[in-house]
């Protein structure tokens, strides 16, 4: 229901992942095996084993079993599809009847953020920074007698191939919404006037070392699963996948020099008037539930700023 007016004028607003209901229910049986030639092939393709085996061999059934991909004369080319900027700021309201909460997500869109170099890799480590300390008053939040909502945290993350987004998101009660959107907008306004204070960055700092000292320390339980994972990250983000050897050394080398200016600046770089913003609010479908106005969201923001 929400994914028209956060993808607006992209072929993501009407094409779910999955495809149209109509043609899963209804494609012949040849298309389905043109559809296996044109996108099942060797150069879209990787094999990634990880495992406490022999090398060799296991390599050998790889390439003994997976030899026989045939690349087409011709191949398809996979498309990308652009999601448009937008001035004014969107608003959806849905209700599903199998809803289990109410939430509010602010979705602010950037351009896509690639970690390709360590410049870049530095950058990654001063959006966590960023993302630690806002979410760290966030919880401070949740824990007040009477808290705004009952979950609430900030990230900035991939939102398409093409789009990231800053998301600040919150759980509230069915009379909440408005409040919850007065909160976080309110957090994102403190920090983008404000900043973050000296203090909480070398707090910061030193918890995030410390997080990174024990997956150094306990490098040696990590599940193969995950291993393998990072390596399909890789595959298909072409994400760095250092190993926390060289992560662990790169934090130590480089946390350290960050200035809390970098930190700071990301708010005013994240955050827009109003501009590539969409408000979502999702909820049961079910009396109780208190709808504010689009007028009455606008001016929320208008009002704080």
Known sequence: QYWPYLFKGSR???RLPIGKKEILEGFKYNTLRRFYKEWYRPDMMAVIAVGDFDVEKVEKVIKE?????VMPSNPRKLGVYEVPDHKETRIAKVVDKEASRTTIMLSYKHPKFKEKTMGDFRE??????YNTMLNNRLEALKKQADPPFSYGYTYYGSMAETKDQYVSYAMVSDKGIERGIETLATENERVKRHGFTATELERTKKDILRQMEQYYNERDKTESSNLAFNYVYNFLNESPQLGVEKEYELYKQLLPTIKLDEVNILAKKW?????NLVVVIQAPEKEGVV???DDKIISIFKDIS
């Open 291 to 293: 709808m504010p106005e």
């Open 65 to 69: 079993k997976f030899a026989v991909g």
């Open 124 to 129: 990654s480590m001063i959006h966590n920074l």
């Open 271 to 275: 955050i827009t008037n109003g501009e």
């Open 12 to 14: 993501y607003a009407d």
